[in-house]
């Protein structure tokens, strides 16, 4: 076995292995391995182990290229929560990986398309940081529409 | 530092299991595991664990797993409460997300979630690429466009008018319902709106028929309305007119649209004078017969109006046992009336 071996560092400092042809879908990695010859440890420093475990099972496919379109359609529906979707597509983004990100996208909007506006707060945890005067400066502007 | 071996180094020390299974272990752990890493569930029973597993699978290589996964537990409570999404890059929460929900729900909820997303909500690109996205994905097949105008905003205004009108819908059916204008004072929504009309059919030369509802429109408007759909068979307006002289428009279309078939005039306000002046292009003079021939459907209902002479040309023609108004023409064609008439 013979097949070159990159090593990824994710932000908590764990390491994962992936052999360099399959790592090199992520255009960023391909630009690194193509400058230094990527011997060392490559550092990720915004991905967290667990988003790079999904995105290095996600380069190991073993799939044929015809299949490819459905197989990253069901690896992002089996992690269909949408923090973990978010990370995925973040992790996508620094890696340059179009599909899966594009992916990863697609199924948080499909998630989130019929929330209200509080399931849309409480699923990606955000808090309402608006005061109740701008929220009737919206609601006088977009008066039509309710 | 702990490794997690995932890829192949792992396969090639286990050369038994094939990579195919091996995945698929991976990700009944990590659902089984991830609602535990998510904080929804504190406990997990090794034995509904083991449960997941086909009867091959070793014990070590499960705790194996297991100790893998312990690490990325502790740390994913920690990790997903203090997680801020919104310091996602705008590409991928605007663009790529955001984006598809489509303008209804970015006006219902999305921008109403929190500063940052009005913020991304705000940005023109938003809304360039959804007007972009349905009108093209329609190829030519459009129908039936209805275009909400914000009326604070004219460039997105104008853009969508040229958006939509780039790809001219080649059916038949264009409706126009700018709510949004109504909240406006009425000066600039016949000023506005008169504009957006004119610049929405010009290239629509092929139109055959068109509905205004709830619009305020200039007579002139309706004229360069008309003169730009010469193909323009049937037409309707149900709102009454905010111009005083609610004639001009009947004139207007009069004047403007020859071809008419069918003229739906529901709500609107007008004296005798601009319906003999329709009365007057279409049937010429020679009402029954051209009725006949021409107008099929010719509805004409004047409210707010007390009752009025009737002209002697409009007197003859309808009849004065129907009391409700409605006249039918021998002949297939069809006249009819509103309450006045009768």
């Known amino acids: ?146 | 530092m702990k490794t997690l071996n995932i890829s192949s180094k792992q396969k090639t020390e286990n050369e038994n299991s094939t990579p195919i299974f091996e995945n698929d272990c991976m990700s009944i752990v990590r659902k089984s595991l991830r609602p535990i890493c998510k904080g929804k569930r504190e406990w997990l029973m090794i034995s509904e664990l083991k449960g997941l597993f086909s009867e091959e699978i070793n014990p070590a290589k499960l705790a194996y797993f297991l100790i893998g996964y312990n690490v990325n537990i502790e740390r994913s409570l920690t990790m997903s409460e203090s997680r801020n999404w919104l310091q996602m890059p705008d590409e991928i929460m605007g663009e790529m997300i955001l984006q598809r929900l489509g303008a209804v729900q970015i006006l219902m909820s999305v921008q109403k979630v929190c500063t940052t997303w009005r913020r991304i909500c705000k940005d023109p690109t938003m809304w360039k690429i959804i007007g972009l996205m349905a009108v093209h994905r329609s190829c030519g097949e459009l129908i039936d466009i209805t275009l909400y105008f914000d009326e604070t905003n004219d460039d997105l205004r104008d853009h969508i008018s040229r958006l939509a009108l780039d790809e001219p819908p080649s059916g038949h059916l264009v409706g126009l319902s700018p709510r949004a204008f109504e909240i406006s004072e009425p000066a600039l929504l016949l000023r506005y709106y008169g504009l957006g009309v004119k610049c929405a059919v010009k290239r629509l030369s092929h139109l055959e028929t068109l509905e205004l509802s709830n619009i305020y429109i200039h007579a002139e408007d309706i004229e360069v309305l008309g003169r730009n759909c010469p193909q323009l068979k049937s037409f309707t307006m149900n709102r009454r007119f905010l111009d005083c002289n609610a004639d001009a428009h009947t004139y207007a279309i009069a004047n403007s649209m020859p071809g008419l078939r069918h003229l739906n005039l529901t709500g609107t306000l007008g004296t005798d004078d601009g319906v003999q002046a329709i009365l007057h292009v279409y049937l010429d003079g020679n009402l029954e017969k051209l009725c006949k021939e021409r107008i099929k459907d010719f509805k004409y209902k004047r409210d707010n109006i007390p009752e009025a002479n009737e002209d002697s040309e409009i007197d003859d023609f309808y009849d004065d046992d129907d009391p409700l108004g409605d006249y039918g023409v021998s002949g297939g064609s069809d006249i009819s009336a509103g309450d006045d008439y009768d």
Not at chain 1, 7 to 22: A, G, P, R
Not at chain 1, 97 to 122: G, N, P, Q, W
Request: aromatic share 6%; charged share 35%; proline share 3%.
């Open chain 1, 1 to 146: 076995m013979s097949k070159k071996t990159l090593t990824l560092m994710s932000k908590d400092k764990q390491l994962f292995n992936i052999e360099e042809h399959l790592a090199v879908q992520s255009v960023t990695i391909r630009n690194m391995v193509k400058e230094d010859g990527a011997s060392s440890v490559i550092p990720l420093p915004r991905v967290d182990s667990e988003t790079l475990a999904l995105v290095i099972e996600y380069l190991n496919r073993q799939q044929a290229p015809e299949e490819d379109e459905d197989y990253v359609k069901k690896f992002v529906d089996e992690r269909g929560e949408i923090p973990t979707l978010l990370e995925l597509a973040q992790a996508a983004l620094d890696l340059d990986i179009k599909k899966l990100m594009d992916a990863a996208c697609m199924k948080v909007a499909d998630l989130i398309k019929d929330f209200t506006l509080e399931e849309v707060r409480e699923a990606l945890r955000i808090e309402n940081d608006r005061t109740p005067e701008e929220e009737k400066a919206i609601r006088d502007e977009f008066q039509w529409a309710f």
